[in-house]
């Protein structure tokens, strides 16, 4: 036999996963954070109805009639804590990497069972029908050597198709509530692990009726 041309794949590396609720948690204040500083930047440019000098035929910016920027926050911690659709997403997401970590483990168990037993029958195969074998478990153990990676690569995908999902759902209502309701200047982001601002008064706090609206248009589009 030649068992020592067989080679077992590593065992699980643990350090590639990651916790769900963290990456959403760290994808959404980054790209907050970079799609609030745009919208910041904009704005004070077109102040005084200066136009961009990198495109001149760009539309002045409303300036209100007293003067006064209108500015609001939203909590994006408290967004990601109790808008349904973020909760249920980060559980899909946790459901997905458990059924993959599922698929890998189970792969594993049966190679290792397979060639468990190829060790304790395989004397009593011929010589043609133990390298045949061999040559299956060395395939199969090189599958299961880059199963693991590929596993994580579609955990990636999935955690980014997740966060920009959540990111339009909540920049559509968002623009829409603004557009209906106070129609402030500027609304920031606002968040414990990140801080644009060392504070932020709190009458100008929209969260709670930002959360609620959109649960409400959550729930809505459940029931259709």
């Known amino acids: 036999m030649e068992n020592d041309e067989i080679i077992n794949p590593k065992p699980e590396n643990k350090s590639c996963r990651h916790t769900p609720c963290m990456g959403t948690l760290v994808a959404l204040n980054i790209i907050l954070l970079a799609g609030l ?25 409303m300036v209100p009639k007293d003067g006064a920027l209108k500015v609001a926050y939203i909590n994006s911690d408290s967004i990601l804590a109790k808008y349904q659709y973020a909760l249920d997403l980060e559980k899909g997401l946790r459901d997905f990497q458990q059924a993959k970590e ?7 168990t049966t190679f290792q069972n397979d060639y468990q037993n190829y060790l304790k029958t395989g004397a ?50 968002v623009r829409e509530y603004n557009e209906q309701n106070q129609q402030f200047d500027i609304i920031l982001r606002k968040t414990y692990t990140d801080p644009p601002t060392l504070y932020m008064n709190p009458a100008m706090d929209i969260t709670d009726e930002i959360i609620k609206g959109l649960n409400e248009e959550y729930a809505s589009l459940k029931e259709k």
């Open 37 to 61: 500083i745009g919208i910041y930047v904009c704005h004070f440019a077109g102040i005084g109805g200066v136009k961009s000098k990198k495109n001149p035929d760009a539309t002045p910016v």
């Open 102 to 108: 599922n698929e890998y483990k189970n792969k594993m």
């Open 124 to 173: 009593d195969l011929t010589l043609s029908q133990q390298k045949a074998k061999e040559e299956e478990l060395k395939q199969r153990a090189e599958k299961l050597s880059t199963l693991e990676q590929e596993l994580a690569l579609q955990m990636e995908e999935r955690r980014f198709n997740d966060n920009k999902k959540l990111l339009d759902a909540i920049y559509a209502f």
